[in-house]
């Protein structure tokens, strides 16, 4: 029944639990970790610049607005259910058990192309800090495939030497982002604060429109990943209090932080040199050594690189969670529910990195790769529409009460719902348009359609799934 206490079902199942751990600082910088400042506008800059041509800060602004409103239905949910598995678990909850499947299934797949997307980006910075050759295809998968071995041992490792890596990448966040960014906006900015909004459509969009739209897009990018603090509540101590904080307060601080460092960018750099610097991988190190002083240069590339580590641990630990309570709950294999007896759920950790790094093969194909980066980001504002729907849904026929929660917002709840829903399906549909302009001229069209077939086939390949389960337990 609605309003009851999954995460005390949950512990019946099986004898496998996790550690309760975490406190509210550490569920923090894990959200923190996750949608990560420096990786999640480091990784945008360029295709903002080079599609829209300038004038994307707005575009910003508003994306983060209406994902705080996505946030707050998360943390409703997450005082109310505080589970491991997050959005799965409520779907599950609210929804039934196929609702829950195919949640899963959308969920797993989009976030391990997320940590994919994150080693291809990890893996490039890493080679540009050890000045390796990294011309693409070969190379491109080998340093990807180094930073998730970085990453695995992170989450292999004791729980203190995880929480020391995630605090030191908030650190380096906060150097390589409000530290940088407060040096460009005092000291070394040139122009007024109009140049944040111009220059809209002067890249390769066709028109203003257009490129307004593919800077909405484009910006989703920046701030996902919130829901990690959901998914790892059952290490939260005292989580239907402090998690919805986490959720909430990890996503206004990284947003925060993203405005003001992309501010402080726009101003401090000249329009064209914005936009020849995005025609390379690294379009920042080059313009912030030139401002600041090439000696710079190499301290800069170690604070990316650690908040990157950071980062990429957090995603992987963010996943195997969502593995660990499927298998639990008997939608995976029942050994990706092992946990070893430091509490670690070892097996799920190493699944997810797997099929992540089997990912990493299709980076002898850049179009591939272009492929995988669109489903990370459109797969999880699917899995954004489907708990906000499923959450609103469930609010509307009474299958969720959500005064039962401690996180009580009475009719403004369902107004932030409502609006979250709206924008998550706005986004998604937004995400998923095929935009000839945003990829290279010789794209195949899969290409451009790459998250609907992506979703369609997940979809196609979870009711294949339910069907073949259910003619089994018949039989």
């Known amino acids: 029944m609605p309003g009851t206490a999954p995460s005390q079902t949950v512990h019946t199942m099986t004898g496998n639990s996790l550690n309760r751990s975490m406190s509210v600082w550490h569920s923090l910088t894990l959200g923190f970790a996750v949608v990560s400042p420096v990786v999640g506008l480091y990784a945008i800059i360029g295709v903002q610049t080079t599609v829209t041509g300038g004038g994307w800060f707005m575009a910003l602004a508003i994306c983060l607005a209406m994902q705080l409103l996505v946030a707050t239905v998360y943390a409703e949910l997450s005082s109310q259910f505080p589970v491991a598995g997050g959005a799965y678990k409520w779907a599950r909850q609210l929804g039934g058990t196929i609702a829950g499947q195919y949640a899963g299934g959308i969920y797993i797949c989009s976030t391990i192309a997320m940590l994919t997307t994150t080693a291809y980006t990890g893996g490039s910075w890493l080679a540009i800090f050890w000045e390796s050759p990294n011309d693409g295809g070969g190379m491109t998968v080998l340093w990807g495939a180094i930073f998730l071995l970085l990453c695995t041992l992170l989450n292999l490792a004791p729980a203190s030497i995880f929480k020391l890596v995630i605090k030191l990448g908030v650190y380096a966040e906060i150097i390589g982002s409000v530290g940088v960014a407060l040096l460009l906006f005092f000291f070394f900015r040139q122009h007024s604060f109009l140049e944040l909004f111009q220059h809209m459509g002067t890249g390769t969009a066709p028109s203003e429109t257009a490129a307004f739209l593919a800077a909405l897009a484009i910006a989703g990018w920046a701030f996902i990943g919130f829901d990690a603090c959901s998914t790892t509540a059952e290490e939260t101590r005292h989580p239907k209090r402090m998690v919805p904080r986490a959720i909430f307060f990890s996503l206004l601080i990284v947003g925060t932080v993203v405005l003001f460092n992309s501010a402080s960018l ?210």
């Open 266 to 475: 726009i101003l401090a750099f000249d329009h064209g040199t914005l936009k020849n610097s995005s025609n390379t991988f690294d379009p920042v190190t080059p313009l912030i050594a030139s401002s600041i002083g090439d000696w710079f240069e190499k301290p800069f590339l170690t604070i990316v690189m650690i908040a990157f580590l950071a980062c990429g641990a957090s995603v992987v630990k963010y996943t195997s969670h969502i593995v660990y309570a499927m298998a639990r709950e008997g939608n995976m294999p029942p050994l990706l529910s092992r946990v070893t007896t430091n509490r670690i759920p070892r097996n799920a950790v190493l699944f997810t990195v797997l099929l992540a790094g089997s990912g990493l093969v299709f980076g002898l194909n850049d179009n591939a790769v272009a492929t995988i980066i669109a489903f990370g980001t459109g797969g999880l504002y699917a899995m954004f529409t489907f708990t906000t729907g499923i959450a609103l849904f469930s609010r509307l026929t009474g299958r969720w009460n959500p005064a039962l929660g401690r996180l009580k917002l009475g009719i403004w709840g369902l107004v932030i719902n409502s609006l979250a829903f709206i924008w998550s399906s706005f986004e998604l549909i937004n995400i998923a348009w095929p935009r000839p302009y945003a990829v290279s001229a010789d794209a195949p069209w899969w290409q451009l359609w790459a998250v609907p077939l992506v979703l369609g086939s997940i979809l196609s390949i979870t009711t294949l799934y339910i069907l073949c389960k259910k003619r089994m337990q018949i039989k």
